[in-house]
Every structure is written in C-alpha cells, then in structure tokens.
C-alpha cells in the first residue's frame, strides 16, 4: 500500500480561510458575508485585508443568504460564510427559492459540519445537511477531507459558476494533499489502488480511511481507497471502474446514513451495479458534547468501524 | 411631467389582463394585483429607468423585485406591456411550459425576472444585496421592492430591515402594500402589525405613506422617495391600497386573495375596466 505522510495537522475551516484570501487577492469580485462567526470560520484576514467587500450579517443567516443571492446580480461572487447547521438546515428555504431554485452563483460555506464540532453538544451538529443540499437540483455540494483540499477546493467554487455548498469542519486533522494541487469539482480521487474493496470516503473520514487500510494490509487485504471530496455530482464513472474490480463497497463519512455519500452511492450501485455495501455513518441519532475523537468513536465512524466494515462486508462477496 | 392619463389608461388595460389571465386557469391571485396596479404601472410606466431588453445584471438601471410573489399576474402583465415580452404569452399564465409559472421564477428564462418569490419574506434581503453591488459597482441605479402587509409576519423581513439600517443602504426604496388583508382574513385579526411607521422608523428606516390607488398621490410619493435616496437611510413607503380595486364585487375582503372569478363575474369584472390598449 502506498504510504501517506502529514507534517503537521490543521483544521480545514483554516483552509477555507486561506483559499478565501487567496480569492480576494486575484478576484475582486467575490465578497463574502458573515453570521457573527468571522474568527470561527477564519474570514478575518479576508475582512481586514478587503473591508468593502466583508459584509458584516449579524446573527441573521435567513437575511445573509438572501442577500448573498441579491449580490450576485451584478456580477458579484458572494460566499456566505457560517456554521454547517446555520448555514443548512436554519435556512432552507431560503437557499432553496432564492438560491437554487433562482440559479445564483452563491457559495454557501459550511464550517464545523458534523460530530467533530464537539463540545457544543447535537444542537450544532449537523449530520443532515449534505442530504440536504445534495436534494435540491443544480447544488453542488463538496465536502473536502484536509487543510490543503479545502483551500483548493475554495479557490475552485470562485471559478464554478453556479450554487455550491462547501462543507468543512473545526477540529486540526492531518494535511496529507498536497499544497499545489488542482482541485477538479466533480473529480474523485484515487488515493490506493486495492483489489478486495472500494472504499470511498468524503471529509475528515478520508485519513480514517487511509488508517483502516494500513490495519487490513496487515491482515491481508488489499483496500481501494478514493477520496470522494464532490458528493454532488458524483463521479459515477469513478465509482464503477473501481467497484467493477472490486465488487465490494465500504462508505465513510462524518453523516446521517440517510441522505449521505453512502446513499447516494448506493443509489448509484443498485441501478447500475448491484454489489455489497456497507456503510460507515451515523445511523439516525442525534450527536452529543464530547471530544471530536471520542465523538467518532463512540457514534460509530472512527478507523476501528471502517476495518470492521470491510470485513463484513467481504464475507458478503 | 407624468402623464397621469396614460398611466391610469395603462393601468386599466393592466387590470383588464389580471382578471383575464387568472380567469382563463381558474387560478391565480386578483385581489392584491388589483390592489398594486396602479403603483407598478407607475413604477414601469414612469418612474423607473429600465430596460426591456433583459439582462440579468441591470448594470446603470433600476431594478424591482417582487418579494410578495402571488402578485404575479400584475407583474406579468406590466412586464408583457412593457416590451419585456410578446402580450400574447400571457395567455400561457400557470400552463404546462410556461415561463409564466404560478410564482415568478428565472429558471424558464422570463425576461424581467431576477430571482424566485413565492415563498415569502425573502425579496428585502435580496433587495439589499443587489443594493450593494450597486455601490461596489457604483452603479447609480436604484432597487425597489414590493411586499405584502401579511408578508412582514415573517422574521426575515425584520433581519433584513436592521441589516439595511446599519449598512445605510440608502439605495432602495421598499413599498408595503398596506392593504389591511390576509388569506385568513383582516391582518389586525390575524397577528396585528401595530404601529407600522413607528416599526418601520425604530428600525432605522425613512418612512412615507401614500395612497396606492391614486395616480398622482404614487408619482408624487415615489418620486419624494427618489429624492431621499443617498441620504444615508433606507426609504419604505407605506402604500394604502384597495384589496380588489378597480373590480366592484371584490373590494372591500380578502376573500379575494387568491380566488380566481367564474364566466359570468368576469362579465361584471371587465365591464368596469375599460380596454384602452387592447387585450391580449
């Protein structure tokens, strides 16, 4: 298997930041707005380094997403900036009709997705929000797994014409993509080559899943692991190349089982490709306070279930 | 100077379609297009610098936006006799592919349209973020809006209306259709709205009123409001109008919200609305 290294760990909130600036710099264009969480989403150097363009929101996400959507007639490039929960599930609606449905080329930027927020407890864990998103027609929704793929992935969405949710999250995980990567929106990732199973993962669960195949090479088995970081759309022609070798399929991510990676992978397999699957994510709980670590552990979507996962899921082959 | 005559003339043609388009699907909402038709001939007809030849962008012109959506058929209909688009297609209203849906969207590419209402309560904050671009563009063009009276029950109204205060986005002037109606009946019987001006001004906002069915009270009110624009403050008028104006039978009640008249009322309806352009 091929080793993957890391020289330090970040958090991909700070990627976003970082891929932001890098977007003021070179696109005078793109704007962003905030929902009083500019330091928690790592928006400052944006707003100090371009006040006019920093659009202050308050704590009003319905008002910041509609305004986003009126910026963009002009020619602007608004990303809206809050938590995951805010930024999804708070104002549906709202992104629904005056986004989507109106086709603005809006980046909705959502940070501190998942279980690994933490310590704030299930009122700020969102683990629906890619179903979500993914449901409404024409939102891509990109969930990108480290510091260096977020910043990418950021750069990518200024230049995407059209509605984007990019989700991201708090705690510092292992940078292990390059810096100078090209992110292609809609382009999985072929991390390792495998024979015994596709393993596709999307956000913080890619390293576990880089983790879990270290185990099972010691055991063995040989896992492919491709790093879905668009959940929508889904490269569809990447999945069935590795699973038509594979013929099996284990899911990972940081999401409801419902309406996440795994179901639409599923949904793509059963009309396509009938194969065993077994998927890693939350199985319709609401999360709790607790450290990232402990939180994964414990709600199921740690190394330890993406090795247990395969294993089941070869004696279904 | 505003030819009142030809605004009322056009208003009454205006009227005439409403009734027409919503008759003809047996779907629709009369009461407060009947209710508004005479500020949105005047916004289009006189007072706002456009172009029927589309773009999204407007760049350099004044743009409105329809947050209390269900007034589509007005829209449509001033839109169509404004050049944006053939008359004739008005007859397509809430047909199968029309880009003339039940609410005004931009996914069937209807010129005029800049983004999706129905839903309502979103059109202010939308309002403001177009009013931005227009600063950071400087781009000397104005936004304004309309919204329902029921409408502003919704809290996003509010966020956005503390939002344009201390954004001083002093380049829209919003427009409350202050009819005193809602679906389910008078909106002092539903969730009150209190005192209004005293919302709207501890708000932040420059407040005016005017009677939205009088010609002449709307192009004096609308052009005052003009003239307060770039003073640092966001400008909402206050607009008393009619539920159902020019239409006898459906004044005076919200029982025509969203009611469309039967062979025989359409009769009455169009007996009192004179055809002064020609129907489409």
């Known amino acids: 298997m091929k080793k993957f290294e890391y020289k330090d760990k970040k958090d991909t909130r700070s990627g976003f930041g970082a891929g932001l600036y890098e977007l003021g710099k070179t696109n005078e264009n793109v704007v962003a707005l905030c929902a009083d969480l500019t330091g928690s989403l790592k928006m400052n150097q944006f707003a100090d380094e371009f006040p006019d363009r920093f659009i202050q929101c308050g704590i009003s996400e319905a008002n910041m997403i509609g305004t986003a959507a009126g910026l963009t007639i002009g020619g602007k490039i608004p990303f809206a900036g809050t938590f995951a929960n805010f930024a999804s599930g708070r104002v549906y609606d709202q992104i629904r009709q005056s986004v989507a449905y109106s086709d603005k080329n809006v980046k909705i930027c959502a940070s501190h997705a998942g279980i690994t927020l933490g310590e704030d407890g299930a009122t700020h864990q969102i683990m629906e929000d890619i179903g979500l998103m993914k449901m409404l027609p024409g939102m891509v929704v990109i969930n990108p797994c480290d510091y260096n793929q977020t910043k990418a992935a950021t750069i990518a969405i200024g230049k995407h014409e059209g509605p984007v949710y990019l989700r991201f999250g708090r705690p510092k995980v292992p940078n292990f993509t390059p810096e100078d990567q090209k992110f292609e929106i809609g382009k999985a990732l072929l991390l390792n080559e495998g024979s015994d199973v596709s393993i596709f993962a999307t956000g913080h669960l890619v390293w576990k899943a880089i983790e879990a195949a270290e185990i099972l090479e010691q055991k063995g088995i040989s896992c492919e692991i491709i790093n879905i970081h668009t959940i929508k759309p889904l490269d569809a022609d990447a999945v069935l190349k590795s699973v038509s070798k594979t013929k099996a399929v284990v899911t990972a991510e940081e999401h409801m089982m419902n309406g996440g990676l795994g179901d639409s992978i599923a949904q793509l397999l059963s009309r396509k490709l009938p194969t065993p699957i077994e998927m890693v994510a939350v199985d319709d709980k609401f999360g709790e306070s607790g450290k990232p670590e402990d939180l994964l552990a414990k709600y199921g979507i740690d190394t330890k279930d993406i090795v247990s996962a395969v294993e089941q899921v070869l004696k279904r082959k | ?280």
């Open chain 2, 1 to 280: 100077m505003s030819d009142l005559n030809k605004l009322k003339s056009t208003a009454s043609q205006v009227r005439r379609d409403i009734v027409r388009m919503v008759h003809a699907q047996n779907s629709g909402h009369p009461g407060g297009s009947l209710g508004c038709t005479d500020f949105l001939t005047a916004l289009y007809f006189d007072i706002m610098n456009h172009n029927p030849d589309f773009d999204m962008d407007g760049k350099d012109q004044d743009l409105f936006f329809l947050s209390n959506g269900h007034l589509s058929a007005l829209w449509y209909s001033v839109l169509a006799r404004s050049g944006y688009f053939k008359t004739e297609e008005l007859a397509t209203f809430r047909t199968l592919d029309s880009r003339l849906q039940g609410h005004p969207t931009t996914k069937e590419g209807l010129p005029g349209v800049r983004v999706a209402s129905g839903s309502l309560g979103q059109g202010l904050s939308v309002a403001c973020g177009s009013a931005i671009t227009k600063k950071l563009n400087r781009d000397s063009g104005l936004v304004f809006t309309l919204h329902g009276d029921g409408e502003l029950q919704e809290g996003q109204i509010w966020e956005a209306a503390m939002f344009a205060a201390q954004h001083k986005i002093d380049n829209l002037i919003a427009t409350v259709d202050y009819n005193g109606q809602q679906i389910d009946g008078p909106v002092n019987d539903i969730i009150s709205l209190g005192n209004l001006r005293a919302k709207w001004e501890s708000f932040g906002w420059k407040v005016l009123e005017m009677n939205g069915n009088d010609m002449e009270d709307v192009v004096k009110i609308i052009n005052q409001a003009k003239t307060l624009t770039g003073k640092g403050m966001p400008i909402v008028i206050l607009m008393k109008t009619e539920m159902g104006m020019g239409v006898d039978f459906m004044m005076g009640s919200h029982k025509w919200h969203g009611v469309a008249p039967n062979d025989k009322e359409l009769k009455n309806a169009l007996s009192q609305l004179e055809e002064t352009i020609g129907d489409f």
